[in-house]
C-alpha cells in the first residue's frame, strides 16, 4: 500500500503552529474493530510508545496533508509516527486495518456502489526504485486511486511513470480492497480505448470517458 506523504522524516519539528487539542481521529468503536493488528511483542529494553496514539497522529496527517514536522506536540514525535507507518505498511497491518473499515462501512450500506471513479496523479520520485521512471518533469511514479460515488478510496495502486494510464486501469480494478465491483467505472478522457471499454464491459462494467 502507498501513502501520498513524503516517506522520509524531516529533519526538525515546526513549534510555530496551531497546538489546539483536536478531537480523537479514531472512535473507541473504530479502534476496537481493529486494535487486535496493532498488538507489539515485548522486546525488553525502553518501552514502545502504545500504537494507538502514533495511529491517531499518522491519521492526522493523512487526513489534513501537512507536513510530519507540523504534527501536532499532543501526538507522539512525527519520527515515531512515521516509523510506525513504515512498519505498518510493510508488513500489511495498514492495509488490513483499511480493508476492516471498509468491510464494516459496506456492511452498514455506506460504501456507494453506484459507480467508482479512477484517478491518476503523477508523483515526483526519488532517484531509484521499481516504481520510478523518468517523466517531461523528471523522475517519477503514477499514483493510481479508485473511489467510490461518494469519494471513499477502494483501491490504491503505484507505477512508473512509463506506462500510459489506460494501461494500468485494469491493475487498479484488481488490486481494489473490496471484493465487489460498481457497474460503472468514470474516468478522464485518458481512459478512452474501446478494447478497454470491451473488456471491462465482459466483467460488467461501464466505462465512462470522454
Request: glycine residues 8%; aromatic residues 6%.
Amino acid at each position: 500500500m502507498v501513502i501520498t506523504l513524503e516517506m522520509w522524516p524531516p529533519r526538525g519539528r515546526n513549534c510555530t503552529g496551531a497546538r489546539t487539542v483536536q478531537a480523537s481521529e479514531l472512535t473507541d468503536e473504530q479502534w476496537h474493530l481493529i486494535q487486535d493488528l496493532f498488538v507489539e511483542e515485548e522486546t525488553g529494553g525502553r518501552p514502545r510508545i502504545a500504537p494507538r496514539p502514533c495511529l491517531e497522529g499518522v491519521l492526522w496527517a493523512l487526513r489534513s496533508g501537512a507536513r510530519w514536522k507540523d504534527l501536532p506536540i499532543h501526538f507522539p514525535s512525527y519520527t515515531t509516527c512515521w516509523r510506525r507507518l513504515a512498519e505498518w505498511m510493510d508488513n500489511g497491518i495498514f492495509e488490513e486495518a483499511w480493508r476492516r473499515m471498509l468491510h464494516k462501512l459496506d456492511r452498514k450500506g455506506r460504501v456507494d456502489w453506484s459507480m467508482a471513479d479512477g484517478r491518476c496523479d503523477v508523483c515526483p520520485g526519488k532517484k531509484r526504485g521499481e516504481c520510478v521512471s523518468p517523466t517531461k518533469r523528471g523522475k517519477g511514479s503514477k499514483l493510481m486511486l479508485l473511489i467510490d460515488g461518494k469519494g471513499l478510496p477502494l483501491g490504491i495502486d503505484l507505477h512508473s511513470a512509463s506506462p500510459a494510464e489506460v494501461r494500468l486501469i485494469e491493475p487498479l480494478l484488481d488490486n481494489h480492497i473490496l471484493d465487489q465491483h460498481a457497474p460503472r467505472l468514470i474516468y478522464d478522457r485518458a481512459a478512452d480505448s474501446d478494447p478497454l471499454r470491451d473488456r471491462l464491459a465482459q466483467d460488467g462494467i461501464q466505462l465512462i470517458s470522454p
